[in-house]
């Protein structure tokens, strides 16, 4: 009888180092939805151009590379992909590495800048994802009025302070809160919707509001 070949040294260790890299990598369950967010250290790039880009991200010929929502604010851009049916797989299968690579090259080709930071963040449940946009608006406000005074108020005086608290800390500096444009103070989002034959983007730029989740969820998820 002759012996069961055994797999030699060499392939054993491909093998391993085979299983670590895969084990390195995170892969998007077809169940969850997640928002893709990249950063673009350049001054060149103004707000023009960043809707621009969210407009030619809507309207991706291939559905998995498609957003549904996009979400901009100043040199940032979210990405929100949804769930996709259990026997089938997200764009790149769903590879962390793979689509943020993806995407720091799209921008970096787009903006000309090498500078491109790239992060996924997974939802199981729509209302996190609602939570989570209604978190970041607020961050982003708070970026806003540091900016706007000039960084005369620190970013731990505006911790935890909710936006009627904020607008106080714009009066105490002389500074219009309603001067501001509703894009610069809570971000634009913007989505594909149909009417009759027509495709539409419908935009949006408004801090989200917990007592009124229904509207907003309907503009996320319709």
Excluded at 6 to 21: A, F, G
Excluded at 168 to 192: C, N, V
Aim: hydrophobic letters at 30%.
């Amino acid at each position: 009888m002759s012996k069961t070949s055994q797999p030699s040294y060499s392939k054993l260790v491909h093998n391993i180092m085979e299983t670590m890299e895969e084990n390195s990598n995170k892969f998007i369950e077809s169940g969850c939805y997640y928002i893709v967010n990249i950063r673009v250290s350049s001054d060149k790039e103004k707000n023009e151009a960043y809707k621009e880009w969210a407009k030619t991200l809507l309207t991706t010929k291939t559905e998995k590379e498609r957003p549904i929502v996009v979400y901009t604010h100043a040199n940032e851009i979210s990405l929100l992909f949804s769930c996709v049916s259990d026997n089938d797989f997200h764009y790149l299968k769903g590879s962390h590495q793979d689509i943020c690579s993806y995407y720091a090259c799209y921008f970096c080709k787009l903006s000309q800048s090498y500078n491109i930071k790239c992060n996924i963040v997974e939802f199981r449940q729509r209302s996190d994802i609602f939570g989570y946009l209604m978190w970041k608006i607020h961050q982003n406000t708070k970026k806003c009025i540091n900016n706007v005074c000039k960084k005369l108020v620190s970013s731990k005086e505006l911790e935890d302070k909710p936006l009627e608290e904020l607008k106080t800390i714009m009066t105490s500096y002389d500074i219009d809160w309603d001067q501001i444009t509703d894009e610069e103070k809570y971000g634009k989002f913007q989505r594909l919707r149909r009417k009759k034959k027509k495709l539409l983007i419908l935009s949006l730029s408004e801090p989200f509001n917990a007592q009124d989740t229904k509207k907003y969820m309907s503009y996320l998820f319709s």
